[in-house]
């Protein structure tokens, strides 16, 4: 072990790292506060535009549907321009397509600014999720993926806290009018926050000759991986969303009122936040993939009791969801890790974003199709159903490792990618990482 590695963890790193973690994760928090708010007002925009709840449950799946347009557009931009241009420019689309649904004067068009917002904030995902973890050493970048996504748990802690006293006073339409605030975050981005080394490196050496598109992530030899990934993703958001997405209807539909609800929706955010920022040191410890099925897998002991105790045991349900989300959700902070080792740097923030964020319309369908199952099953069976079943699935692609035998299988048969001039094959970079944390 070198010198430097027998400091503790928070003394190997620079000023330059710590303030491009902070940058993509006041970006990312606020990304979570304008997500998670929807989550809470799906009621009242069920009642003020007089439509049932599934249908107003269709505004997640706006959100999510329109980010693969977002992760491939803003991945390509933070793969040639630098990822601090597409972490502003997504932040300011996504901020204005908030406030405008506070404007809205029906549902199509707050469903047409929820597609706009979709596609904000999967550009900030593909460039904030690149940016961090590129910008620490090799063996923190689990801890800079966790850290990362506890600025979206944390998001959603300040939206449980807001939510009834700006509704109660302001009416719904005013936590959207809040959307203008990250605005001012890429500000401070555009200004003080460093850009990425790893990405400033790879460009050096590519020359003008860095010509990659995330279209080619769809060429002939990289689409079985591509597709895997997908899906990994897409499960990953099927294992958390219908959780996240309808508990808040599913607490006032057993008896809570809106500042109860708001009170249990933020233990279950810290119980998310510190899940999330633990994943990252027992990832480091274990290995990514090992880390994150195994505790996708303890989530399911917590699942079902959730919806078993009732309104008549607050403590105990309050108990119960801190636990399932901190091993739940909590553990998603180590996705963006996950998919980095398949990536290396002239193709990341268009790999990941485009396979992040096509697989992130799992987060807007769970929640829709629980709705739509809740009318005859009941919406705390429906939620339970469909997340233990994309639980199980999951720790089956993942432990078994599905997606590295993938790629392995085709770096065997001569080449991982068809790639242009400059553009080297994806996960050379990041091979020795895939090997040793996807087993």
Same mark, same amino acid.
């Given at each position: ?139 923190l970048k689990n801890k800079a993926s966790a850290f990362l996504i506890t600025g979206f748990a944390v998001g959603g802690l300040v939206a449980a806290q807001v939510y009834a006293p700006v509704v109660e006073n302001f009416g719904w339409r005013a936590l959207f009018f809040l959307g203008i ?47 895997? =990934?997908?899906?990994?993703? @897409?499960?990953?958001?099927? $294992? &958390?969303?219908?959780? #996240? !997405? +309808?508990? %808040?209807? /599913? *607490? ?64 105990? =349900?309050?108990?119960?969801? @801190?636990?399932?989300?901190? $091993? &739940?959700?909590?553990? #998603? !902070? +180590?996705? %963006?890790? /996950? *998919? ?100």
């Open positions: 072990m070198s010198p430097a590695r027998k400091k503790p963890w928070f003394r190997q790193l620079g000023r330059e790292q710590l303030r491009a973690l902070l940058a993509a994760w006041i970006g990312y928090m606020l990304d979570g506060f304008d997500f998670v708010l929807l989550t809470y007002v799906l009621s009242d925009i069920s009642a003020e535009f007089d439509v049932s709840l599934a249908t107003a449950s269709t505004l997640l799946v706006a959100t999510f549907g329109s980010r693969w347009l977002g992760g491939a557009l803003f991945g390509s931009v933070a793969d040639r321009y630098g990822r601090k241009s597409a972490m502003v420019w997504s932040i300011v689309l996504y901020s204005a397509g908030t406030f405008l649904c506070g404007l809205a004067w029906s549902f199509a068009a707050i469903f047409v600014f929820r597609l706009i917002v979709g596609i904000g904030m999967a550009g900030e995902y593909s460039a904030s999720s690149t940016y961090a973890v590129e910008s620490w050493p090799q063996h605030l990250p605005v001012f975050v890429a500000v401070y981005i555009r200004r003080s926050a460093p850009e990425s080394p790893e990405w400033e490196a790879a460009t050096q050496e590519a020359g003008t000759e860095h010509r990659f598109s995330a279209l080619a992530l769809f060429g002939r030899r990289r689409l079985p991986v591509t597709l895997m =990934l997908i899906v990994v993703v @897409f499960l990953a958001f099927c $294992t &958390n969303w219908p959780v #996240s !997405g +309808l508990m %808040p209807a /599913y *607490l006032e539909s057993i008896g809570y009122d809106r500042g109860t609800t708001g009170d249990i929706m933020f233990y279950a955010g810290l119980g998310t936040v510190i899940g999330t920022a633990a994943s990252g040191f027992i990832g480091d410890r274990f290995g990514t993939a090992r880390t994150y099925a195994g505790t996708l897998f303890v989530s399911l002991a917590f699942l079902f009791p959730v919806f078993a105790v009732g309104a008549d045991h607050t403590i105990a =349900l309050v108990a119960l969801l @801190f636990c399932f989300m901190g $091993t &739940n959700f909590g553990i #998603s !902070g +180590l996705l %963006p890790k /996950y *998919l980095y080792d398949f990536f290396d740097a002239r193709t990341r923030a268009s790999g990941m974003g485009t396979v992040y964020n096509i697989g992130a319309i799992g987060g807007g369908v769970a929640p829709w199709f629980g709705a739509i199952l809740g009318d005859s099953w009941g919406l705390g069976t429906a939620m339970a159903t469909l997340t233990a079943i994309g639980v199980v699935t999951l720790v089956l692609l993942v432990a078994l490792d599905v997606p590295g035998r993938l790629l392995r299988r085709q770096e065997a048969q001569g080449g991982s990618v068809p790639h242009e001039p400059g553009d080297a094959p994806a996960a050379v970079s990041g091979r020795k990482s895939v090997d040793a944390d996807h087993r």
